[in-house]
């Protein structure tokens, strides 16, 4: 097994312009994750899905962050407009429903 | 709501020594406890678990029992290596780590020297 793929492993954008980060979860998990970790706020969860459903968004930190997952083999994370404070690590994560998360290797985001 | 508390880092070690690196928590229900590991440069690895009191979980030489009486999922080795060098982070879930999104604590980095 592949593991959780995502990309691109590193961005660098400017202030103002749109991002688009990219989850494959493992075939067959049920339920996909998207973390933020910063070295102020460590870890956070921004918004997971079941099902392709999404169930809880309430740790996405403003309007101008949003995700989707079309079908259960593709995420996507989109920041616009992207701003200096978003620059962390985004990390995708996928596990059979009620069980262990798996998690991708993450992509280090900076905007200038 | 849920919390995760570890202690502050880093730790630094000589090779061999015995390793704690403590972990409490706060939960409104009976969450399920984690301990992750992060090299440098990569993503989360799920180093143990344990989903009820008094369960011990362990992996890799690494060891840490599900303490509900003292909230507590402390991790623990007996002889730590320099490949040991990490950072750890504790965690718990609701549901056992599937359905809804784990809380994590800060994290914990453990340099370990020759």
């Known amino acids: 097994d592949a593991g959780v793929i995502q990309s691109p492993r590193h961005e660098v954008t400017e202030m103002g312009q749109e991002v688009t980060l990219r989850c494959k979860p493992i075939s067959g998990h049920n339920s996909l994750f998207w973390y933020r970790q910063t070295m102020m706020r460590g870890l956070e969860l921004l918004i997971y899905f079941n099902n392709n459903v999404p169930i809880d968004d309430s740790g996405m930190p403003e309007d101008r962050f949003s995700a989707k997952m079309p079908n259960a083999s593709f995420s996507t994370l989109k920041i616009q407009p992207s701003e200096p404070r978003d620059s962390a690590v985004y990390f995708c994560a996928s596990s059979p429903l009620r069980d262990t998360q798996y998690f991708g290797p993450g992509t280090r985001l900076t905007v200038l | ?114």
């Open chain 2, 1 to 114: 709501g849920n919390s995760v508390t570890q202690m502050e880092g880093p730790v630094t070690l000589s090779e061999e020594a015995f390793l704690t690196i403590n972990c409490t928590y706060t939960a409104t229900g009976y969450p399920s406890l984690f301990w992750y590991v992060q090299y440098p440069g990569e993503g989360l690895q799920l180093l143990l678990k344990a989903t009820k009191a008094d369960d011990k979980g362990s992996n890799k030489g690494f060891e840490a029992t599900y303490r509900k009486e003292t909230t507590s999922f402390h991790l623990e080795k007996g002889s730590v290596q320099v490949s040991d060098s990490a950072v750890y982070f504790c965690a718990l879930s609701d549901s056992g780590g599937g359905a809804d999104g784990l809380t994590f604590g800060k994290g914990t980095h453990l340099i370990i020297q020759p």
